[in-house]
């Protein structure tokens, strides 16, 4: 990862504090950005992106943002789940704390939950004789 990438990470997990520890990860050529074991954003090719919701999507839109998307040998796929960080939003710590927020809120809601394991059978004990 470039140098230029690594003072955008630097920056936004600096702006992000007020969630509390961010843990920063390389993730298919770029990084992974987790809260409390939740993804909830990336950085690919020096942009920031949050994880999105129903809700929340259509706030990005309005303001310019587009999805997260890739290129494979079959076309471009576009990636919903996650939209780029619109660069008024990056400019103002608060708003971007706030988008964050909403952001960890999605991935939390589409985080698979962890699975109890099964309960153990008992067998009856049997006396030895």
């Known amino acids: 990862m470039g140098e230029q990438n690594s003072a955008f990470s630097a920056f936004v997990v600096e702006q992000l504090a007020p969630l509390g520890t961010i843990a920063c990860a390389r ?32 706030e990005y839109e309005r303001l310019g943002s587009s999805c997260f998307s890739y290129q494979t040998k079959n076309g471009r796929v576009d990636l919903r789940r996650f939209h780029a960080v619109p660069a ?3 400019d103002d710590a608060d708003q971007l704390v706030a988008f964050a927020r909403r952001a960890l ?13 099964p309960a153990r059978s008992r067998k009856p004990r049997t006396k030895r004789t």
């Not at 298919?28 to 994880?51: E, N, P």
């Not at 809120?105 to 394991?117: D, F, H, S, T, W």
């Open 27 to 58: 993730f298919f050529g770029g990084l992974s950005l987790k809260s409390g074991g939740v993804l909830f954003a990336m950085i690919m090719d020096g942009a920031l992106y949050f994880a999105v919701d129903d809700l929340s999507r259509p």
């Open 88 to 90: 008024d939003v990056l």
């Open 105 to 117: 809120a999605a991935a939390a809601e589409r985080a698979p939950r962890p699975r109890k394991p």
